[in-house]
């Protein structure tokens, strides 16, 4: 069931309802998206979270302004299954609940029955579909699990119609992924030295950061000789890759920042690059470059997130044949020949990313399934209307 345009006349406040939010973990790049939703719900907003994820790189923010009332993560079987503690009294009060759409977090399950013994709504919010997608044998856990929820909320409109058509009775929307308020998608998206290539993101195996350093290793002569490869993340594998780096044909010309996060530094560094780099699966990453005007070019073949779908080959993303340096190189030295082109495109490629993939975008969804799930509920949770 696809949520109408018109269902959400208002988007606030909502007096005297209580809204809590429930997430694994909420690291540096989800703090704009919190702030905003905070925004968007006021005093009766509470976002409950532990200090780590499943995955150990991914850790808590620690900005100050965002409030969090911590949970407790027992991480069990080897890190695979979830149970979220010290915050029971919450979840089963609230008038609204939104927990991850992840069958692995073991207290979603608890929270979702004992919610529907009190007759309460709740909401699941995440990826429709396990990783190998909607034919894999674990979507059938899944499937149980949105079955429970009185809305399930994806992370892209592809993903949406998937499930819509696979659960015709549910209250299914999109809420495709953001990182930034608009007024940060819109600034500078050209200047700088608009000529390097830039990597973003965790330093990790599956991300496959060594093959973009032999991809610029072969073809470096090839490119500007001012063009530098630059990596901005940290990692397991960060001690390899610069040792890596050293070895290399051109190790002055391939750089290692560390984490940033703080969305003016980010800015600069793509302002000096004339696009972004994505030689495993593509993620947020692929939407934080383009909000800031950046084309990226992307691995073909691989598992990557819904964030894929904003990838329009040839206005904004390169596509190039994955596992292989040399189809890498050859795209890093076609984007650098095509230079200007490029740079003509990054004032349009900020302003669609703007349009589709800001913070105030996905928070109007999230806030337009609350609206219409409290709807649905009794009198007593109902949004009350000045």
């Not at 809590?20 to 009766?44: K, S």
């Not at 429970?148 to 495709?176: D, F, G, I, K, W």
């Not at 470059?289 to 084309?295: D, E, Q, R, T, Y």
């Not at 040399?326 to 795209?331: D, E, F, H, N, S």
């Amino acid at each position: 069931m696809a949520l109408r345009e018109d269902t959400r006349k208002d988007p606030g406040p909502w007096d005297r309802v209580t809204v809590t939010l429930v997430q694994t973990t909420v690291p540096e790049y989800r703090v704009e998206l919190m702030n905003g939703l905070a925004a968007r719900f006021g005093i009766g907003f509470t976002l409950v979270a532990g200090a780590e994820y499943f995955d150990r790189t991914v850790r808590a923010a620690s900005t100050p302004e965002l409030r969090v009332q911590p949970a407790t993560n027992r991480f069990l079987a080897g890190r695979r299954l979830l149970w979220q503690s010290g915050v029971w009294r919450r979840l089963i009060q609230s008038d609204i609940v939104i927990c991850e759409l992840n069958p692995r977090v073991l207290s979603t399950w608890a929270v979702l029955i004992a919610r529907r013994l009190v007759r309460r709504p709740t909401v699941l919010w995440g990826h429709a579909w396990p990783r190998r997608g909607p034919s894999s044998r674990s979507d059938l856990l899944r499937h149980v699990l949105r079955s429970l929820a009185s809305a399930v909320v994806v992370y892209s409109e592809t993903q949406a119609r998937e499930l819509r058509a696979h659960m015709p009775r549910h209250l299914v929307v999109a809420a495709p992924n953001a990182l930034y308020f608009q007024a940060n998608l819109s600034q500078n998206v050209v200047g700088g030295a608009m000529r390097d290539f830039l990597f973003v993101g965790r330093l990790i195996e599956s991300k496959k950061p060594s093959l973009l350093i032999d991809a610029f290793s072969l073809v470096a002569h090839e490119l500007p000789p001012k063009t530098r490869l630059v990596f901005v993340g940290d990692g397991p594998l960060r001690q390899g890759l610069a040792a890596a780096a050293g070895r290399s044909a051109v190790p002055e010309r391939i750089a290692f920042t560390g984490e940033i996060t703080a969305p003016a530094e980010l800015r600069a560094l793509y302002a000096d690059s004339l696009a972004s780099v994505i030689p495993g699966y593509a993620g947020l990453s692929l939407i934080q470059s383009l909000g800031f005007g950046v084309p990226a070019l992307i691995a073909r073949d691989e598992p990557h997130s819904p964030e894929i779908e904003a990838a329009a080959p040839g206005e904004n993303a390169v596509f190039f044949q994955s596992d292989s340096s040399q189809a890498l190189g050859a795209a890093l030295v076609e984007t650098a020949a095509d230079r200007s082109t490029w740079i003509r495109r990054r004032e349009a490629i900020a302003r669609r990313c703007a349009r589709d993939y800001s913070v105030e975008a996905m928070v109007d969804r999230v806030a337009a399934v609350v609206d219409a799930v409290l709807a649905r509920a009794p009198a007593r949770t109902r949004r009350v209307e000045r």
